[in-house]
């Protein structure tokens, strides 16, 4: 039983986690722009895509 307690624990924060990225994106699309996954951390636009390639999160997510 203990087993399972841990495993709604975890599942808990994971969705805690979640949510507050989602919060976080909508943040960053009002203002205009997108994180991307990009090892240098290049800020674009929500419909952008880095120089080194990479989509912008909204456009990864297919949040846009």
Excluded: N
Excluded at 10 to 28: N, Q, T, V
Excluded at 41 to 62: D, N, T
């Amino acid at each position: 039983m203990s087993g399972k307690r841990r495993f709604v624990k975890a599942e808990e924060k994971r969705k805690k986690s979640e949510a507050e990225f989602i919060d976080f994106l909508a943040i960053c699309l009002d203002e205009g722009w997108s994180q991307t996954k990009c090892p240098e951390g290049c800020p674009v636009e929500p419909y952008g895509v880095c120089p080194h390639g990479f989509k912008s999160i909204a456009l990864e997510y297919g949040l846009i």
